[in-house]
């Protein structure tokens, strides 16, 4: 039996990073009885898959349980829970997960108050026109101030916090409410079960045994198995071979109808045949116009992974293989490098991802990997009139024959403690940012930033973090493309140019940047038999210079028939180590030193 | 020059631990049995003899620990043993570490007798409070007699000083070697003072309570040494020694020539079968144990392994490039099945760290010879 409309409620859970969202959500699951605790106790939270997500507190895919809930009146209800990415690389994956529901619960750690995430994350759901249910968890803290955070949010979110509910989702105290509250509080969805199929794609993933899986929410008509299905912004029909809900086992249903959350597989072969935000209707009775907000996912960050032994390169082609399998906003191509050897350039949907997917490919497939400099992509018009791309420094075209390079620019928005806001538009100034807004929200300070995004995916986070002790946040989308004076800097070993260290950067910041990963190799660089020069240079032009002082001693002074074994093993050693260089002309390079050279600040 | 054998004699007894040495050396309050020991010595000749390669002896080497604790009788019933099992060469080299002290002094005349025909002295230092702080138990002017009387009694000498300690200046140090010098040895081994893991130097250097030289003041101190020597016409024939034309320490040859040698008594340690087919041998270290060992099972060998050639062609290289001569080019290419690496050796080449002779040699030069870790691991890599 389909549950009427009136009697489902579709949330998502907003919050800041540790304010409890994956605790709340267990005990949701376990209070309406969709796990037992013996099911539960094996995992550490039943919504974070993956390692990462665990350890980092972060949802990186959207996630999604179907509970059932017989509420005070008496009436049994459907409560489906997505839980969305909440991190400003996935930000258009969040939009569309709060798309597909109709409130929030806003949980907002009681001894914290209201975090800068929990802010981007709030707005969206307000632009989503969700209802917002405002929950203080950890009132169990002896820390928790729930009278000042409820002030807090009428105060920074501007919505009435009056009846927010006081939980501990950690003891269970106060999660009823939370249930009762969705089923009072949050609309019902609304939907015409006989409109012709109208479904929004919210996400997908790869199933070992069942496939591509795709969770859909269901706006009008009605969506059941065997039905040819088509993807108006894919432009590919399927027939499903599936249709179910996720409670949290994948259980199938003769149909889903309006306001349902549910899944489907066909046969699609890919995550990449799929698009979060499409819109999926019925290929013999079409509707005429897509959901609105649709924009297939683009890599923004671009860089170069290639493997510490060139012998695990086919392995790394087949770990990104499998990853991108669930993952359709990572690309990759083959690159060649002289100082790195065979390896990929790979694309992402910003620094975080980038992280992520560099972590995965360490952890889960046991690849040691070098990652080059985050390069943002360039539009280069060339005075030939031809337009092109730039994704890897390398490849720029000669500076003769280029009229205008374009680079990207996002739209920053920053939360910080007033005491650090001096030193936040310091960097941003630094960082070439035109300030465009600044205003309070309570005690903090919230400044709105144009920046250029080669500035940002250029260690801004961590500068940021570490200028505010922490407390900065950060959430940006991306804005236009501008004229910038661009160069590229190359940095020379041993007079020989790197190019796994190029990097594009503007003119009045290529000095400085130059400077600083001059010295920061020199650091890293160990001493040679030589000296090994070091220089930062724009085209012919030299701008910044350190030398690599030679080896002055390194002799063992006794060495007897005693010693041979010792010795002979020291050697082996030794050459192990040197495994781990990049031997580049004559000098050898520690993988450090290429990570490290990214990070620094000049 | 293939033919060369050593044999090679641990006596692992001291008086005092000084505070420098790893080597294996041991302090007992009472006097080892030292017939036992040479009768374990003795079966421990008898299982290697079957193993080796080589028909004649060409040098013997007592080292330490200290044997000259050892009674000559022992010296010589050892010398004895060796001979019932292998001819000794009638040029053979003999030498036996020395403390320079008067009572071990007295003994030179007996360990002559046995057929010792060379002494190294550890003098280590020419001035007191260097000596104390390196924990020795003589002072600069006995130990100055002792290498008189060692002049007296063996057709060969050399003694031994550390230098590069805490605080040394490459002035002080020019006055002592010059000093050294004047003595007018044929043979010098000359080591920079190496902090080793497990001493009682290491402790200090790690609380920081003892300065070591700088790499530069090192490699001054360095360079101080070679010139004094090449001076007196002692130029370095290996990294750490020095000698006249032809009074070169055979016994050490063999060593960096990598060639065979047998090693007996505990922690000694023996290349031993032909060419190629090298077997690393190593014994028990702690001398009570491979004592017992050797006794009921005939020898205190804790390790027979069978290196193979890459192992080998990484030892040729470590112990043969601290030759001024350098290496066979052609013996190591036979040794590893490999030849080295052309564009590694015209690179260090190019450095001038290194250069070919066209007696096909590799050596390394004056000016690569303070590198010749850095090179080695380069050359081997």
Known sequence: MPTPIENIRNFSIVAHIDHGKSTLADRLIQLTGAMDAREMAGKEQVLDNMDIERERGITIKAQTVRLNYKAKNGQNYVLNLIDTPGHVDFAYEVNRSLAACEGSLLVVDASQGVEAQTLANVYQAIDNNHEIVPVLNKIDLPAAEPEKVKAQIEEVIGIDASGAIGISAKTGEGVPDVLEAIVEKLPAPKGDRNAPLKALLVDSWYDAYLGVVVLVRIIDGTMRKNQRIRMMGAHAAYDLDRVGVINPKKTEVDELGPGEIGFFTASIKEVADTRVGDTITDDRKPVDTPLAGFRPAQPVVFCGLFPVDAADFEALRAAMSKLRLNDASFSFEMETSAALGFGFRCGFLGLLHLEIIQERLSREFDLELIATAPSVIYEIRQTDGTVMELHNPVDMPDVVKIAEIYEPWIRATILTPDEYLGSVIKLCQDRRGNQKNLSYVGARAMVEYELPLNEVVFDFYDRLKSISKGYASFDYKMDDRRPGDLVRLSILVNNEPVDALAMLVHRTRAESRGRAMCEKLKELIPPHMFQVPIQAAIGGKVIARETVRALRKDVTAKCYGGDATRKRKLLEKQKEGKKKMRQYGKVDIPQEAFIAALKVDG | ?381
Request: proline share 4%; hydrophobic share 40%.
């Open chain 2, 1 to 381: 020059m293939a033919d060369a054998f050593g044999v090679y004699v641990h006596w692992p007894f001291c008086l005092a631990k000084c505070p420098y040495c790893d080597f294996n050396s041991h302090v007992r309050h009472e006097k080892p049995d030292e017939a036992r020991y040479a009768r374990a010595i003795a079966s421990e000749l008898a299982y290697l003899k079957p193993r080796t390669d080589a028909r004649e002896v060409t040098s013997i080497f007592f080292g330490g620990g200290t044997p000259s604790l050892m009674q000559a009788s022992t010296v010589q019933s050892v010398l004895d043993e060796i001979a019932k099992r292998w001819t000794i060469s009638s040029s053979a080299e003999i030498t036996l570490e020395a403390n320079p002290t008067s009572v071990e002094a007295e003994r030179f005349r007996g360990y002559r007798a046995a057929g010792v025909n060379r002494v190294s002295l550890g003098v280590q230092a020419l001035d007191d409070v260097s000596l104390k702080n390196l924990g020795r138990m003589h002072s600069a002017q006995e130990a100055l007699a002792a290498v008189e009387v060692a002049r007296e009694n063996f057709p060969r000498i050399s003694f031994d000083l550390i230098y590069a300690r805490p605080d040394q200046s490459p002035q002080a140090w020019r006055e002592e070697l010059t000093k050294a010098l004047a003595f007018a040895p044929e043979h010098l081994s000359l080591y920079q003072l190496t902090i080793e893991p497990g001493t009682t130097f290491e402790m200090l250097h790690r609380a920081g309570k003892l300065k070591t030289p700088d790499a530069d003041t090192s490699r001054a101190l360095w360079d101080v040494t070679q010139e004094l020597c090449e001076a007196r016409g002692m130029p370095a024939y290996e990294i750490s020694n020095h000698a006249k034309a032809g009074a070169e320490s055979r016994h050490n040859l063999v060593y960096w020539r990598y060639q065979e040698y047998v090693g007996v008594g505990p922690g000694a340690h023996g290349r031993i079968g032909a060419d190629g087919a090298r077997i690393a041998t190593s014994t028990e270290k702690n001398p009570e144990r491979w004592l017992s060992r050797a006794e009921t099972s005939g020898h205190g060998l804790i390790e027979e392994e069978k290196l193979s050639k890459l192992e080998q062609a990484d030892e040729m290289l470590v112990m043969g490039l601290r030759l001024a001569e350098g290496i066979d080019v052609a013996r190591f290419e036979r040794l590893t099945g490999v030849s080295l690496n052309p564009e590694r050796v015209s690179f260090l080449e190019s450095e001038g760290l290194v250069e070919r002779s066209n007696d096909a040699r590799l050596r390394v030069t004056a000016s690569g010879f303070p590198l010749l870790d850095a090179i080695v691991a380069d050359l081997a890599a």
